[in-house]
Every structure is written in structure tokens, then in C-alpha cells.
């Protein structure tokens, strides 16, 4: 491809989800066969990107008969002052867009993975902070490709009612005070649309 970036083709109506990073590609590619929800995740639509990089993708999705789930860690915005203006004006462009609804977490998606364990919405500075939290519940938890690969995990964190109880958790806590996440949301979407 000459080193030139992939255009997004090919699109079918449906729901697509876009996220930051592997640990969300893996998530959802996971819970999509485990729970058989009708969504699109492909690798192009993750990776380690900017929000300059995700504005991009839901520009050329939206062009389209398409719904688009954004997930990210809010974490970004707390340390990077450039990347909170350009996530508060691509929020501000999208704010009236049924199409699109963006999910973040504070400070990460390992913070929606603890509400799977326990209800607490007690303030992490950091991702590592809740990783480590996370992993008195997931003691093996890494976010790296040899452990995310693994469907066990998620399946896991869907085991014994505990996605259930992560939605009914995250929807208690508000974005003000403490840790949060807004991914009850596009679950409600897709158990929905299942």
C-alpha cells in the first residue's frame, strides 16, 4: 500500500465500533462471539490512536447508513491538554448525531473491567492504578497481545452475571466524582440490538 493509510470501504449498515487501542479490539472481537452481538470490529478501526486518527474513521463511517460506538480512555484528555480540545470540539461537532455515541472510560477500559468485580467509583490517577486493582480479580491481566488474544478473560468477565452487574454499576456513578465509564451505553445498544 506504499505506506499510505487504508481507506475505510466496503461499509454495511450496521453498527461499527471504533476504539483506542488492542485491549478494546480484543475486548470486543471477544465479547461479539461470546454474547453474539450483530456489530463490526476490525482491526483498521484500532490501534494506538490520536484523536485527530478517531475523528477520521467516524467521519468516513458516518458517511454512510451506519452506527458508530467510539470507546477510549478519558484518561488522555486528563494529561493532554491539545487532545481534551480536539475530543471537546469533535464531541461538540457530533453532539446532535444519533449515529455516533462516544464511550470513554476514566481513567480506562481496565476500570470497566473492575465493575465486573466490584461497585466502587473511588478515583484511579492513572490506567496502571486500576490495572492494578484489576488484577486482584484477573491476577494474570496484561495488556499485551499473548494475554489479550485469549478469549478466557472475557469470557471470564462475562461469567456469573458479572457484564449484568458491570452495566447496572457504571449507570450509579457520576461523571464528576470519581472514576467512571459511559460503556453501559453501547452495551444497551447492542444486547438491544442482538
Known sequence: MNGRKQKIRDTKSGIYIVGEGITEQYYFSHIKKLVGFHCTIKPRFFGN???????????ELLSGDIFVICVFDADVTVYNESERKKLEQLQNK????????????LPSIEYWFLLHHEHTNRYFKDAKSAETALK?????????????EKEKWVKDLCSENKLEAAIERAKHFDPEYGSY??????????????
Open 136 to 148: 486482584r480479580y484477573v491476577n494474570d491481566y496484561e495488556k499485551t497481545m499473548r494475554f489479550l
Open 94 to 105: 457530533y453532539r446532535k448525531n444519533k449515529n455516533l455515541l462516544f464511550c470513554s472510560s
Open 181 to 194: 465509564t459511559n460503556l453501559y451505553e453501547a452495551f444497551e445498544i447492542l444486547l438491544k440490538d442482538g
Open 49 to 59: 490512536t490520536s484523536i485527530a486518527e478517531m475523528r477520521k474513521k467516524i467521519e
